[in-house]
């Protein structure tokens, strides 16, 4: 069984349209156990109630944004450890500095493609096939 049968993402983003461009973009490359949250609060709630492998999601969020989510993530001892990919349309610097010491495992920016996203995937938890 392939890495990409297995593992179970998270894709965090207020956007349908985003959501369902990843998820698309997920499929392609073989990957099918996808969960979605439409905000970072959502998205918490998911993380702390099922076993997620990979987090995916969008800065700019109502409630609670992308960094935020990161944050939480990372100070609670169950999920610190979660992969956990960006997604921006900004090339804000400042904002993935901070993402990043925050515990950014890999950032992708929107748009962006498949191979794009196969890459940024593979580059966190190693090859999917």
């Not at 993402?9 to 979605?36: A, Y």
């Amino acid at each position: 069984m392939s890495l990409a049968d297995q593992l179970k993402v998270l894709i965090v983003d207020d956007t349908t349209t985003s959501r369902m461009l990843i998820r698309d973009g997920l499929q392609e490359l073989g990957i099918k156990n996808i969960s979605f949250a439409a905000d970072g609060e959502e998205g918490l709630k998911h993380v702390m109630s099922k076993p997620t492998h990979l987090i995916i999601s969008d800065f700019n969020m109502p409630k609670l944004d992308g960094l935020g989510l990161l944050q939480a993530i990372r100070k609670n001892a169950p999920t610190q450890k979660t992969p956990f990919i960006m997604l921006t349309g900004k090339g804000d610097k400042d904002l993935l500095q901070k993402a990043i010491q925050s515990g950014l495992n890999n950032y992708l920016t929107k748009p962006f493609t498949v191979p794009a996203l196969k890459s940024a995937l593979e580059a966190v938890v190693g090859r999917l096939k």
